[in-house]
């Protein structure tokens, strides 16, 4: 017989296990990813849906995990080219332990009207706790808006917090030419459009910030105009030991396009993925490189979403063995969340999730053969759940349990739980009085009853 014809053999977790049957051993679970114990899997959902307070639309945002509760500071107001007086003007804050219920913790950070940088709007934040001092240390983009000509100068500061509520701007560091604290960085490179003429070219904006644990450098990706400006734009990336000074490493240049921007970095695989808003359909692009500083880019392509519906500014968290990507939806302008699966090959999808606090298991991890863990789901798909990984009243170590019970390894009853020879499927031992293997019949007949004695052979 030939094998399964695996194009035949859908393999959603690509865990090397097919639902259908003819394909080898059933796999029992190839699109679900998170389990409660008591009550098996968790219902899928499309996405997580946070509702900015007071129904504000919402812009670029940062995602923060501190234990079981999860923050999200987003650009608070309305689309600045339509509502310029109002938009942009603070950061939302809103937390949640399910991704169901968001509780709104008030407005977290504000322009700074005495500032010539950040004084008309703030923009794009991203957080990350750093070991080093015990602070959180967030990014975001503060801009000025010349009174005469109406163009925009953008540059990325910074601010601390010890307790994501309170946050105070750096005063280390500085942008030259500029006053007000905060400043760390522009976009003044050789190879950008900074100092040519018109209302765009001096784009400096959707700071993202991760450490490198390998290294231990901090690296940003960051969104500009290239020179000469002609109206496209370019993922960057910079360098940094102390997260005030940063150096430029030049553009990653498979992301030039006529929209590149809020780029989101993340590791897996032993690889560096980015993810960034384009312009076409479904709106999320991905590329990976072997390094931060390798510049090997892989050729972008597009994360399969909705495309009726323009996903932008993605952010991506890692919560511990899954990923979560959130988004905002162009045009209801609230944050949205989904699973975001990485296959072998380093390829990402988006799939359904479920509440935050059911706990994650991961599809790939359930299979015939699989490990069974204590979750609540048959993880090595032989029908029965958490088997052998609970407590079993096992006294005498041989694996069968008194009473017999389903987290004992063995499953059947254990008739003498102070022996560990004694126990189903033991050998029967003829002659002794005793039911070695817990079938009920001492020396059983069928086991113990005179044989035919076997012919004794002579040598001829």
Known sequence: MSPPDKSACPDLDFDGFSLRAACGPRDCSDTLDFADPDTGWCRPLSALVCQPAGNWPAGDFAIVRQGALLHVFYIKGPLWLDYPATHGKSFGHQTTVDGLAWLDQGDAFAVNPASDWDRDYVWAPSIVFNPGDGLYHMFYAGVVVDRATGWHTERIGSATSADLAHWTRVTAGGCAGVTGPGCVMDGDVPWGAWDEPGPWRRQCRDPFVIKDPASSHWYM??????????????????????????????????????????????????????????????????????????????????????????????????????????????????????????????????????RLDCPWVGADNVHPGAVEVANGVDDNCNGLVDEGTGPCADQDGDFYGAPASVHCSLLQTDCDDTNPDIHPFAEEICGNGIDENCDGIIDNPDMCSPRMPLPIRGIY
């Open 221 to 354: 990706a960051w969104s500009t105009a290239p020179g000469p400006f002609n109206n496209q734009g370019v993922i960057a990336l910079a360098r940094s030991d102390d997260l005030i000074h940063w150096t430029d490493l030049g553009p990653i240049a498979c992301t030039l396009g006529a929209k590149a921007e809020s780029g989101t970095l993340f590791l897996n695989g032993g690889r560096v993925h980015l993810l960034w808003t384009v312009t076409s359909d479904g709106g999320i692009a991905h590329t990976s490189a072997s390094g931060f500083e390798a510049n090997d880019w892989t050729s972008p392509v597009l994360i399969p979403g909705n495309g009726a519906v323009l996903q932008v500014a993605p952010e991506v968290l890692d919560m511990g063995g899954w990923y979560l990507l959130g988004w905002v939806q162009e045009a209801l302008r609230d944050l949205r969340f989904r699973y975001l699966q990485m296959s072998p090959d380093g390829q990402a999808f988006q799939r359904p999730i479920a």
